[in-house]
């Protein structure tokens, strides 16, 4: 079986356990509060509801070229229920194998999210996005250093006390990547020009809330590159992502989750992600 057919199988499954499964959960629950849904937002999936909010969100991932740790800060804000703007700030630290370790600024990202279609208390949503990422990070030290402009969609369902959440989104880059130098067999070095990335990037995700106060979730990432790392090139990469959500008090949310890949084309082994979010 070819690595394109398990992808699909992998995929079609997941989709049909998100679908069907919940089914019952929601059928034997009441109805909840609409003021307090209740825990439910994912790690690495869109949320699709525009509203205000900060969050601190940080990131640690293992590969085969080291470690990576990220800080990033967001503010999001909604003047009116079905539009917001966000502005994001990563800061990132690489501690490579080989190499000294880096730390600065990553890439600025400002995304403009509208909701034609929100039914109920959130219960339904359907979102229409466009992040422009800014090259405020250091290329050189592999930090960011890129233009880009990712389009997406977002929609949340809720089912009772099950929330499914999806996003699918393209990234481009828009500006010339940094020329690199290659060591050739007749011991020269020549520069050589790397494609502009661009990347197809899809999420399924599926949240349970146990309590008022507890939700369990768990997510289907995938990431197919076009352009780029020839290495990951037109191979696509899924990952899955089991994580806890905690409302300890209204207005606050905070996430765990572990993110594990699932095919060979990979971009790290693991990644641990945390977010604290305060919602007004």
């Known amino acids: 079986m070819t690595m394109r057919a398990v992808v699909r199988r992998t995929v079609m499954a997941a989709v049909l356990l998100l679908l069907l499964f919940p089914a019952p959960w929601a059928l034997a629950a009441g109805p909840m509060d609409e003021g307090m849904p209740g825990p439910h937002q994912p790690l690495v999936t869109r949320d699709a509801a525009p509203e205000t909010k900060l969050e601190v969100m940080f990131g640690a991932a293992k590969s085969s070229m080291g470690r990576m740790y990220e800080l990033a800060l967001a503010a999001e804000y909604a003047p009116i229920h079905s539009f917001s703007v966000e502005l994001e700030l990563p800061l990132a630290l690489r501690d490579p194998r080989e190499g000294p370790t880096v730390a600065g600024p990553g890439d600025l990202a400002l995304t403009a999210k509208v909701a034609p279609l929100m039914l109920g208390a959130q219960d339904t949503v359907v979102a229409l996005g466009l992040t422009l990422g800014l090259p405020t990070g250091s290329e050189r030290r592999e930090l960011g250093g890129e233009l880009s402009l990712t389009p997406f969609v977002a929609a949340a369902q809720r089912l ?60 289907l990432n995938s990431v197919t590159l076009f352009k780029g790392d020839p290495e990951l090139k037109d191979r696509t990469q899924l990952y899955l992502t089991p994580g806890v959500t905690v409302e300890p008090a209204k207005g606050w949310n905070v996430r765990a989750g572990v993110q594990l890949p699932l095919t060979n084309a990979r971009e790290f082994d693991y990644q641990i992600g945390v977010a604290v979010m305060r919602s007004f």
Do not use: C
């Open 160 to 219: 009772g006390p099950v929330y499914l959440h999806g996003d699918i989104g393209y990234r481009w880059r828009l500006d010339s990547p940094r020329r690199i130098e290659m060591d050739t067999e007749s011991e020269m070095t020549e520069t050589v020009q790397p494609e502009k990335e661009q990347a197809l990037t899809a999420n399924l995700a599926g949240s349970y809330i146990s309590t008022p106060w507890l939700g369990l979730f768990l997510e």
